[in-house]
């Protein structure tokens, strides 16, 4: 249901974008009645063809755009088509533009991409304003987000974060530690993090308020802790709902929205044993994206047909065996988190 809001939302930005230059487009021409132009149709959903009508006026709604930010601009604009033309699933031609897309997997989108996607569009309009009006509209949305220069640029700084980038009702401390283990996190797993390691990252932090933030996290069931004897602080475990509910910003990917590309992988594989090693394999992913989505797989199979824990990294358990219940789970896993 969030995905599918999230992509809705998208979509509202992307129909007000064109709707904006659509209008401003056929306002200049009523007002240079020498220009002949075709009706107009969807131009305006591409940057090309929408660059190439107003050309007729000498003008650009987009060189106010830097080369980074028009490049995310085509790539939203392609990533609004994939949602609502072929359900989310991402086809040859997105591939190509998207470095971190595969055929077949489920687009990505978060609500950074939205903000982003706004943010850009918003200086294109600003730009007509000027063009039109000589001067800009009152500007509603935050400061355009940062254009990722490069493949590191997927990862954030956990001390940049905002609250309202994390959307969970706890204290800014609380989100401060979640956003710390989420960062931190060698292989997403629910790895011990001793008293003293929280007391190190956390030493000019009033001790008070950062055993209330674990409390507060444990009690959304994001960890669970264990008092320890003459120590400030416990030793906790983070939940696969911590990585669920942080990584999307602090990593840029989403665990569950993984975890449905990898039951596309062993559904369309038919795959009955399923070695860890080797479903990950199948994946562009490191093990710190891989492990917490397919913790989310796991909890669909049978207790029966998982192995055991492995005892040692990288992954949660071994392997894990497919019956048709199982499939049908995975199934409705997809259903709830795709909406189709």
Known sequence: MAYRLLGNAHEDVLTAFEATLKVAYLYALRQRPEVKA??????????????????????????????????????????????????????????????????????????????????????????????????????????????????????????QMTDTEIDIDVSSMAKKIGTWIATTSEFG???????????????????????????????????????????????????????????????????????GELIDLILEGKMESVPLSDLHEKTSWDIRRFNPAVSYVIGLIDDGRVSGETGSHPYPVRYFSVAAADRVEMRAFLKRTRGS
């Not at 106010?64 to 991402?90: F, T, Y």
């Not at 069931?221 to 004897?229: C, N, P």
């Open 189 to 259: 797993l629910p790895d011990p993090i001793g008293g003293d390691d929280i007391e190190q990252a956390f030493a000019g932090e009033d001790a008070r308020l950062v055993e209330e933030a674990l409390a507060e996290l444990e009690a959304e069931g994001l960890l669970t802790s264990t008092a320890l004897m003459n120590a400030k602080f416990p030793r906790v475990r983070p939940t696969l709902d911590l990585f669920a509910v942080f990584d999307p910003v602090v990593a840029g990917y989403t665990p569950f929205i993984d975890a």
């Open 38 to 159: 075709k009706p107009v149709k969807n131009e305006f959903q591409n940057v090309d063809f929408g660059r190439d009508r107003f050309s007729a006026f000498d003008f650009d709604p987009y060189d106010c755009l830097s080369a980074d930010e028009l490049a995310v601009l085509r790539l939203n604009i392609q990533k609004r088509h994939i949602i609502g033309h072929n359900l989310g699933v991402v086809d040859a031609k997105f591939a190509e533009q998207a470095a971190d897309a595969k055929i077949g997997e489920t687009v990505h989108l978060i609500a950074q991409d939205i903000i982003q996607f706004a943010s850009i569009g918003q200086k294109a309009i600003d730009r007509l304003d000027e063009w039109i009006c000589g001067t800009t509209s009152q500007t509603l949305l935050n400061p355009p987000a940062p254009v990722p220069d490069g493949p590191a640029a997927d990862k954030k700084d956990h001390q």
